[in-house]
T-cell receptor, first 111, second 115 residues
Framework: QKEVEQDPGPLSVPEGAIVSLNCTYS??????FMWYRQYSRKGPELLMY??SSGNKEDGRFTAQVDKSSKYISLFIRDSQPSDSATYLC???????????WGAGTKLIIKP | ETGVTQTPRHLVMGMTNKKSLKCEQH?????MYWYKQSAKKPLELMFV???????ENNSVPSRFSPECPNSSHLFLHLHTLQPEDSALYLC??????????????FGPGTRLTVL
């Protein structure tokens, strides 16, 4: 079993839709949960992070962590074609800097 | 130049060639990383340097050899590669890999094809 599971997609939705991207994980010691966005021919860039459980909102983006279910989500409201990218989840513990990554979900927003 | 830069952006090499990938960070960070990214697979951490000392070597084949001459530069020397080594090689840097949240900043990657 992989430590972090993420559906690689692609996920194709119409412009303006609400998008839900998800990862599940097996290591209960993970405390930091990150979402990176990677545009074509670019490296990943940090989009949002949360510590432990709860929600975090930043503009059209909301990150949720459910530690009891070992499940994290990224919601995108009013999706735009410019949101088309691969979204990677990554996690780490308090004591180890090494990030454990999901495979990334390719998101396509159709105009 | 700003952020993290990588050269070359594309590289095609034969199995008997020797080549090197270069990474430079302009962020004043203390740590640098090499990752391998293959289609539909998680990023694989290959090497980590902190203050020019190698702190991580994740069972990477010896045909990959890293070099960190100073905190701003990182190289990945390649020799006798296999076709399965074809992938996007990403360099990243961060301020302090001491645990917890330490944002990593990535370069655009080198797309490597081994024939």
């Amino acid at each position: 079993q992989k430590e972090v599971e993420q559906d690689p997609g692609p996920l194709s939705v119409p412009e303006g839709a609400i998008v839900s991207l998800n990862c599940t994980y097996s290591n209960s010691a993970f405390q930091y949960f990150m979402w990176y966005r990677q545009y074509s021919r670019k490296g990943p860039e940090l989009l949002m992070y949360t510590y432990s459980s709860g929600n975090k909102e930043d503009g059209r983006f909301t990150a949720q962590v459910d530690k009891s279910s070992k499940y994290i989500s990224l919601f995108i409201r009013d999706s735009q074609p410019s949101d088309s990218a691969t979204y990677l989840c990554a996690m780490s513990t308090d004591s180890n800097y090494q990030l454990i990554w999901g495979a990334g979900t390719k998101l396509i927003i159709k105009p | 130049e700003t952020g993290v830069t990588q050269t070359p952006r594309h590289l095609v090499m034969g199995m008997t060639n020797k080549k090197s990938l270069k990474c430079e960070q302009h962020l004043g960070h203390n740590a640098m990383y090499w990752y391998k990214q293959s289609a539909k697979k998680p990023l694989e951490l290959m090497f980590v340097y902190s203050l020019e000392e190698r702190v991580e070597n994740n069972s990477v084949p010896s045909r990959f050899s890293p070099e960190c001459p100073n905190s701003s530069h990182l190289f990945l020397h390649l020799h006798t590669l296999q076709p399965e080594d074809s992938a996007l090689y990403l360099c990243a840097s961060s301020q302090d890999p001491a645990g917890g949240l330490d944002e990593q900043f990535f370069g655009p990657g080198t797309r490597l094809t081994v024939l």
